[in-house]
């Protein structure tokens, strides 16, 4: 039988998602921890690839297993696992679900604090030249991505993806204080990196080293932006995973 489980986790102290050869993963320790309770060995697939330092409040992930869970089991994999990953739930799907195939929107949010704090350095930005960014050019830049479906000009070069194109469904920055910028961004699917090059950009119109023409002009060629910025993983968090009805019943 196929089950998906939801789950969220803390990024930082993993090499992403994917089991790497440097370093432990959240899918190995995710593996390593179902195998010992569960006495055979389970490989889970995941919703996504997050990179190394990238959060999820919301992530899924697909096993299969024919036994039966033990007794508190999602309990029981939450006092085995690192702190910095949590299962929520763990519920039956139709045998062919796939949770990275399947899922119809990925919504993914970069936060940006202009105000140093010590509580929350592993998951916000610190930016400290707020005054110099234009909020409303940020947006501007930001919607200009929504008139697009080809996106080679934010995508990590050396990705193994077969095409560039995605559907965005959204694309802005909120100000949730005057000290707390969020940009939010959905899509049917995502290129390696596209988020942290999206905000780098909007951050650079912000600051008015890049133009909109700037942008318009590399999105029209499908060529690299001049001066590109990946910003730093720690601000980054997948929120949401859609999926059709029929998959989660």
């Known amino acids: 039988m196929r089950f998906f489980a939801k789950i969220a986790y803390n990024g930082t102290r993993f090499v992403g998602w994917q089991i790497q050869p440097n370093g432990m993963s959240i899918q190995q320790s995710i593996n390593e921890c179902m195998s010992m309770i569960l006495r055979q060995p389970i490989e889970v697939t995941g919703c996504g690839r997050t990179d190394a330092g990238v959060h999820a409040s919301q992530f899924f992930l697909h096993f299969d297993f024919d036994g039966e869970f033990p007794k508190g089991f999602v309990n029981r994999l939450n006092k085995v696992l690192p702190d910095d990953i949590v299962f929520y739930d763990i519920f039956e799907v139709n045998g062919d679900a796939h949770t990275r195939f399947d899922a119809r929107k990925r919504s993914y949010e970069y936060h940006l604090t202009f105000k140093r704090t010590p509580f929350q350095k592993e998951t916000i930005y610190y930016y400290p030249y707020q005054q110099t960014l234009d909020f409303d050019l940020m947006n501007q830049a930001a919607a200009l991505l929504l008139e697009y479906k080809e996106f080679k000009p934010f995508c990590k070069t050396q990705s193994d993806a077969k095409t560039m194109f995605c559907d965005l469904f959204r694309s802005e920055w ?3 204080s005057e000290s707390h910028w969020v940009f939010h961004v959905s899509a049917n699917r995502f290129l390696r990196g596209m988020v942290r090059l999206i905000v780098g950009m909007c951050i650079h119109v912000g600051r ?6 700037d942008i318009k002009k590399a999105m029209d060629h499908q060529e690299m932006i001049p001066h590109s910025y990946s910003v730093p ?15 989660l019943f």
């Open 233 to 247: 993983a720690l601000g980054l968090f997948l929120t949401e995973v859609v999926y059709p009805d029929n998959v």
């Open 174 to 176: 909120v100000k949730e």
């Open 208 to 213: 008015g080293k890049l133009l909109l023409a």
